[in-house]
Nanobody, 125 residues
């Protein structure tokens, strides 16, 4: 059974930075694409970033391109989301997700199945 546990959220001022972590267990981490999604109150879930199983390709939502960076450490079974130049509109619950099948690219949100509980990110103006 896949388990994903996010950490690193918090309250930060606009322009600040945060790094989110997601520790995964239950499957061979290195074989699966990983992604980050977010959901703000009253809004639909939004794709943020994804990284292929190989780590060779990354993908970003338009609203975070150039500000967020996704990375993975297969030795630690962990995926990260480095966020800089944060804006109040980045406020949301951020959840990580794991690919549905092994060797996925992570290029489409529909590729992801298992989800974590999420971590709250609040950006004050």
């Amino acid at each position: 059974q896949v388990q994903l546990v996010e950490s690193g959220g918090g309250l930060v001022q606009a322009g600040g930075s945060l790094r989110l972590s997601c520790a995964a267990s239950g499957r061979t981490f290195s074989l699966y694409a990983m992604g980050w999604f977010r959901q703000a109150p009253g809004k639909e879930r939004e794709f943020v970033a994804a990284i292929a199983w190989s780590g060779g390709n990354t993908y970003y939502g338009d609203s975070v391109k150039g500000r967020f960076t996704i990375s993975r450490d297969n030795a630690k079974n962990t995926v990260y989301l480095q966020m800089v130049s944060l804006k109040p509109e980045d406020t949301a619950v951020y959840s990580c997700a794991q690919g549905r099948v092994p060797y996925g690219a992570g290029s489409s949100p529909v590729e992801f199945s298992s989800w974590g509980q999420g971590t709250q990110v609040t950006v004050s103006s």
